[in-house]
C-alpha cells in the first residue's frame, strides 16, 4: 500500500492550498480516508476525515468552515482544500487509510502517507 500526499507549500496567511493523497494498493473505495497533521514536539492530531460509503466528513473544529475535504473513487484521490489559512496550520500533513470505519483518532488508521509541509506565514 502506498498512500502519496502533494501539495504542500509556503503561503501567506489568508490564502489557499489544496492537498492531493493518491492511493494504489488498497480498495480505495471501501477504505475511509482522513487528514492529520504534525508540529515538532506534538502529537499527531485530527483533521478530517471522509467515509468510504456515503461520502460522510467529520472535521476537527479547529479547521471547521475553512477546510473541506472530498475524494474521487475513480482516481484513488483524496483532497484537501484549505482556506482562510492561519499561521497555526503550519505543519506537516499526512494522508491515512482507515479499513475498519471512519475514526478520528489516528490509532485506528491502518495505512500512512509520507506527509507533506504546510507554511502559513503571517
Known amino acids: 500500500v502506498q498512500l502519496q500526499a502533494s501539495g504542500g507549500g509556503l503561503v501567506q496567511a489568508g490564502g489557499s492550498l489544496r492537498l492531493s493523497c493518491v492511493a494504489s494498493?488498497?480498495?480505495?473505495?471501501?477504505?475511509?480516508m482522513g487528514w492529520f497533521r504534525q508540529t515538532p514536539g506534538k502529537e499527531r492530531e485530527f483533521v478530517a476525515v471522509?467515509?468510504?460509503?456515503?461520502?460522510?466528513?467529520y472535521y476537527a473544529d479547529s479547521v471547521k468552515g475553512r477546510f473541506t475535504i472530498s475524494r474521487d473513487n475513480t482516481k484513488n484521490t483524496v483532497y484537501l482544500q484549505m482556506k482562510s489559512l492561519k499561521p497555526e496550520d503550519t505543519a506537516v500533513y499526512y494522508c491515512a487509510g482507515d479499513v475498519a470505519g471512519t475514526h478520528t483518532d489516528r490509532r485506528n488508521y491502518d495505512y500512512w502517507g509520507q506527509g507533506t509541509l504546510v507554511t502559513v506565514s503571517s
Open positions: 471522509i467515509s468510504w460509503s456515503l461520502g460522510t466528513t
Open positions: 494498493g488498497l480498495t480505495f473505495s471501501r477504505t475511509s
